[in-house]
């Protein structure tokens, strides 16, 4: 984290209606999607229907500036957030007034090309912890650390390996991760260079796992090992609509990127199809670009709505998957206007987060990059 970048205290974006001084927000505050941490066990009941489809309205707000490569933002309760820097390893507190502080460094982050520390999600049983994907020196792996002390001062306990053996490459690494409604770990890893994994059922690469919080394969997985779904060149979004459907977005290769529902079992194709082929035996993708249009990272679910963000393509693309022909209704908005977007959550304020990535070396960083971004949203439907 380079020294002497100022965080924009804007605590009345980032708190919730408890905060003194904020009012109330003039729409419903957005259903909470399943999100990176592990849902609670107790269900949550509303007297009327939640809306399904939203949209982004209004400019961004500022949280957070001077980041380094970040990759990945997870939300804590009462309104802070913790953000992954894939090139240093560090895991940056940001608290809801404005605060922004280390962590800590998560052990063992190998850098080079695009492997670092990647993806995080928080599990709460019998204590908080922390999930993190990370390139190390000879693969790519899924750690915890328990989270330690209040928020404002949190560190980052031992860690401990959960999956191990995942090929690294320069390249497509994967990395996302995220806790499902099941409460189960589902891991997206990328082919390393090596697209023939992507197809192997025993290879752990270019696949969707899907693991108990302990690093077990899931009861019910359909190969009886930890792969959930196989045929991927390089997922590095997953999420879940409000109908329980798994989502994922997909670098593709020159041609097609891509957003998949995932079902178990299922094989999308990588690489002996890219895009919509309708081949027999594999599953299309729902949505496609060009991947100088996409290029997808991150993404977020907010009832029925996909929020996808593009590296390459420097804007977010809004897919409401209820309205049918998705891939011809999505739209694109921040379109050239913050550069290359890696990661979007559902905050806790019904906002959507938004992580920029013009310092990883690809970008072209302005002064105060990189940022968490918040954008508003309102229903549509």
């Known amino acids: 984290m380079r020294p002497g970048r100022a965080i924009v205290a804007a605590a009345c974006a980032v708190l919730l209606l408890a905060a003194i001084g904020c009012a109330p927000p ?191 394969p899931a009861p019910g997985n359909p190969f009886g090992t930890a792969v959930w779904s196989l045929g991927h060149r390089n997922v590095q979004g997953l999420a879940w609509t409000a109908d329980g459907e798994m989502w994922a977005s997909e670098f593709g290769q020159n041609t097609w990127d891509e957003l998949n529902r995932i079902e178990p079992g299922a094989n999308y194709g990588w690489p002996l199809h890219e895009g919509v082929t309708g081949a027999e035996g594999f599953t299309d993708p729902v949505a496609v670009w060009s991947p100088a249009d996409a290029s997808p990272s991150g993404i977020a679910a907010v009832g029925l709505t996909v929020f996808v963000t593009g590296l390459r393509g420097e804007r977010l693309w809004v897919v409401d998957t209820d309205a049918g022909v998705v891939a011809a209704e999505a739209v694109a908005v921040l379109t050239g206007e913050q550069g290359r977007l890696r990661d979007a959550v559902l905050a806790p304020d019904g906002a959507l987060w938004v992580l920029t990535n013009n310092t990883d070396g690809r970008g072209s960083p302005r002064a105060e990059d990189d940022l968490l971004l918040r954008l508003p949203l309102t229903p549509t439907g």
Do not use: C
């Open 26 to 216: 003039r729409q419903p505050v957005p259903p909470a999607a399943t999100p990176r941490s592990a849902p609670s066990d107790t269900p949550s009941a509303s007297a009327t229907p939640e809306p399904t489809s939203w949209r982004v309205d209004g400019a961004p707000e500022t949280l957070a500036s001077g980041l380094d490569a970040p990759w990945s933002v997870v939300p804590l309760a009462g309104g802070g957030a913790l953000v992954s820097q894939r090139d240093d390893g560090a895991v940056i507190e940001l608290t809801a007034a404005g605060e922004q502080r280390v962590a800590g460094v998560v052990p063992g982050v190998g850098s080079g090309g695009e492997a670092g520390l990647h993806g995080l999600a928080i599990l709460q049983d019998e204590g908080t912890w922390l999930y993190a994907y990370l390139g190390a020196e000879n693969d790519n792996r899924v750690i915890r650390m328990p989270l330690t002390g209040e928020p404002g001062a949190l560190g980052l306990g031992a860690a401990e390996e959960i999956v191990t053996g995942i090929a690294r490459g320069r390249t497509h690494n994967g990395g996302r991760i995220a806790f499902g409604p099941d409460r189960r770990l589902y891991i997206a890893t990328g082919d390393a260079g090596s697209p023939d994994d992507a197809q192997d059922a025993a290879s752990l690469n270019g696949k969707i796992l899907r693991v108990t919080p302990d690093g077990r």
